[in-house]
Every structure is written in structure tokens, then in C-alpha cells.
């Protein structure tokens, strides 16, 4: 049985995509799991971090495989991957770019962070319905919840009006997370056993579950 590839994607930019991706890559490498990460941003930020994070653990290098793709070589390349590793995270691009487009085509969960306003989950709504078109499942992940906020209550009441799976662990607004990057590290990696850290392994844990990773 091949392994999962799990898509990142939100066209709204800032919404934490490539943040929740490099965590994932980290906490899943770092529990085991054989991880491929690929970057399909032009930004390339994901990029960057690997850049970073491989000066950072000069006896360990990664921890997982890299790639940065793009165009026609991107089918070919996430099917082999998926066959050689466990799971493969792949960072999108913002807006509905080809690659994107292409990569939740391949991809066995689609994963969208979003902030807590009702503005941004409205902005959400182009990338659920393009993996509604391709027939892909999609997991919405609240991200940079503020302590003790009023929006919770207003963000569960609009989630109910959209028909998609929402993840039950909600993401703080922790500085562990772009700090722990900063290093070249994740938050589980970097930061152990704080709330950030516990925070992040029970998301990466419900998604692996949700995406049936062994």
C-alpha cells in the first residue's frame, strides 16, 4: 500500500499554510513516519526553511526527503513519492495556480488552515470547492485562535454552515510556532512538552488518522 499525500492549500495568503506544513513534516519525521515534503510555491518559503533547518542539524540533515516541483514532472513525481514514503506534505501556492490545482488532484487530504473571522473562512470557500471538484476530501484547521476570544463561538456557528470535516484541535496564537521555524526546527522539536508543542502533535495526530496513515 502506497503512503498518503496531504496537500496543504488555502488561496488566501497568511492564513498559516506554509507554517502548518514544515510542522507537520517535523512532527511526523520526528515520530517515525518515513516524510517526503514537497514545496510547490513560488515563494518558496517552505523552501527557505529547509535551507534553514538542514545548517540547523548538521548530523541529522532533514529528517525527511525534499523537492521543490513544478509543472508537467509534478503527477509523476508525488505518485513516486507516495509510493516510497509514508506521507508526503506538499506546501500549495496561494491563489489557483495549475500546480495547486494539480496537487490536490493527487492528494488523498486536502488541508485548509484558516484564521478565526468570518472574512477569512468566506475566503476558504474556493479552495473546499475545488477539492469538492476533484473529488478530494478537505479539513479545515483553525489556526492562531486568540486566548479566551469571542470568536470561537462565532467561528462554530458559521463552520456549521459550510459542509466540510473541521478539525477538532484548534491552533493557538503561539509565538512557539514562528519562532520555532526560526530555528530551523518544529514546535515539537524545538519547544517540548509546551502547550504549542502538545497542541500541534494532537492536530498532526487526528489529520494522520483522518488521512488513514498507518
Known sequence: MGGKVVTVAQQKGGAG?????????AYWSQSGRNVAAVDIDPQGSFTHWTELRFQARPNHGLGFGFARLSGWRLPHELDRLAREH???????APHAQADSRTAIRYSHLVLVPVQPSPMDLWATLPTLELARMEKRRAMLVINRMPPRSLLAAEMAQKLAEIDVKVANIVLGNRTGYASSLGHGLGVTEAEPGTTAALELSRLADEVALYAGLD
Open 17 to 25: 499554510k506554509t507554517t502548518l506544513a514544515a510542522h507537520l513534516a
Open 86 to 92: 509514508d506521507v508526503v506534505v506538499v506546501d500549495s
